[in-house]
């Protein structure tokens, strides 16, 4: 499978804390992606860092790529309780086609 | 909110109705995406979109036949289904480009019965 694997499946937290969600990836790729989904809803696109950038800001979000470990990571820092969420990245395979691979995601949960 | 609508919300079909997801969108995106969920599960790629034409077709049984009747329109017709494609359908639009992230509609939940 070219899916992406997140760790943990699961992670509980206090509101104030910092949330860390890791992805591992087995093919090359031209960008790696996470993106956000709220129970029953659509996924939303939280941010992308291409195969030649190592970190990646965006608010509180912080991503990191390493392209040789193939594997990434999510850092989503002082949490609220409205980042509770299920966290997924994705990866494109290395392939210009469209195809975008999901991992099994990361069920976030930010207690008050 | 998002950008992409889809419609209708939840479906309730039995096994021998046709039915039909539709999807709209209006951010000039040319790449269109059906994705298919199942609970505690990653969306799962099902067709694709360029330009108005099917670029891929993930071995999709032929009881989903899709289609696209312009740039801002993405249909999925549904026909036979049995109940374990009970499921959450995503549609989603892009730019085209390996760098382009997917804008998600909020899906249409459907059951089989």
């Known amino acids: 499978s070219q899916q992406g694997e997140e760790d943990p499946q699961a992670l509980s937290i206090q509101e104030g804390e910092n949330a860390t969600m890791n992805c591992s990836y087995k093919?090359?790729?031209?960008?790696l992606q996470w993106y956000r989904q709220n129970s029953g809803r659509g996924l939303v696109h939280l941010i992308l860092i291409r195969s030649n950038e190592r970190e990646k800001h965006s608010g509180r979000l912080r991503v990191t790529l390493d392209t040789s470990k193939k594997s990434s990571s999510l850092l989503i820092t002082a949490s609220r309780a409205a980042d509770t969420a299920s966290y997924f990245c994705?990866?494109?395979?290395?392939?210009?086609?469209?195809?975008?691979?999901f991992g099994r995601g990361t069920q976030l949960t930010v207690w008050p | 909110d998002t950008e992409v609508t889809q419609t209708p919300k939840h479906l309730v079909m039995g096994m021998t109705n046709k039915k039909s997801l539709k999807c709209e969108q209006h951010m000039g995106h040319r790449a269109m995406y059906w994705y298919k969920q199942k609970a505690k599960k990653p969306p799962e790629l099902m067709f694709v979109y360029s330009y108005e034409k099917l670029s891929i077709n993930e071995s999709v049984p032929s009881r989903f036949s899709p289609e696209c009747p312009n740039s801002s329109l993405l249909n999925l017709h549904l026909h036979a289904l049995q109940p374990e494609d009970s499921a959450l359908y995503l549609c989603?639009?892009?730019?085209?480009?390996?760098?382009?992230?997917?804008?998600f509609g909020n899906g249409t939940r459907l059951t089989v019965t």
């Open positions: 989603a639009s892009s730019h085209l480009g390996v760098n382009s992230p997917l804008h």
């Open positions: 994705a990866t494109d395979g290395g392939s210009t086609l469209g195809r975008l691979y």
């Open positions: 093919t090359s790729i031209n960008n």
